[in-house]
Nanobody, 123 residues
C-alpha cells in the first residue's frame, strides 16, 4: 500500500515561516497531482495548493503570494513553504496525492491522504 507522512508543523508567531514536507512511500508506480489541504476548527477542509507532476501549480486566493508549493518527483515528496503566516492560517494541514500503485488487487489508482500536521499561528 501507500503511505503519506507529513512533517514540519508547529507553533509560529504571526509573520513567521514554516516549511511542511510530505513523503510518499510504498509500491508506487507514479504520482500525478500532489496537494495540500487544511482544516481549521469548526470549518470544512479546503484546498491550499496543488502541483502537477510537470510542475504547474494552483493556489487558493487566501495564500497566493505567501505560500509556495514544490515537489521532488524522484523522492515522491511535496513541500509547502509558508511565509507571512497569519492566525487565520491555523489549521491541520493534510497532504494529498493522486497515486498509481501496486495493491493486492493489482495496479490501483486512488487518492491518498496523509494523517495531517498541525500548524498554529499565534503570539
Amino acid at each position: 500500500q501507500v503511505q503519506l507522512v507529513e512533517s514540519g508543523g508547529g507553533l509560529v508567531q504571526p509573520g513567521g515561516s514554516l516549511r511542511l514536507s510530505c513523503a510518499a512511500s510504498g509500491s508506487i508506480l507514479r504520482i500525478n497531482v500532489m496537494g495540500w489541504y487544511r482544516q481549521a476548527p469548526g470549518k470544512q477542509r479546503e484546498l491550499v495548493a496543488t502541483i502537477a507532476r510537470g510542475g504547474s501549480t494552483n493556489y487558493a486566493d487566501s495564500v497566493k503570494g505567501r505560500f509556495t508549493i514544490s515537489r521532488d518527483n524522484a523522492k515522491n515528496t511535496v513541500y509547502l513553504q509558508m511565509n507571512s503566516l497569519k492566525p487565520a492560517d491555523t489549521a491541520v494541514y493534510y497532504c494529498n496525492a493522486d497515486t498509481l500503485y501496486y495493491s493486492d488487487s493489482g495496479r490501483t489508482y486512488s487518492e491518498i491522504w496523509g494523517q495531517g500536521t498541525l500548524v498554529t499561528v499565534s503570539s
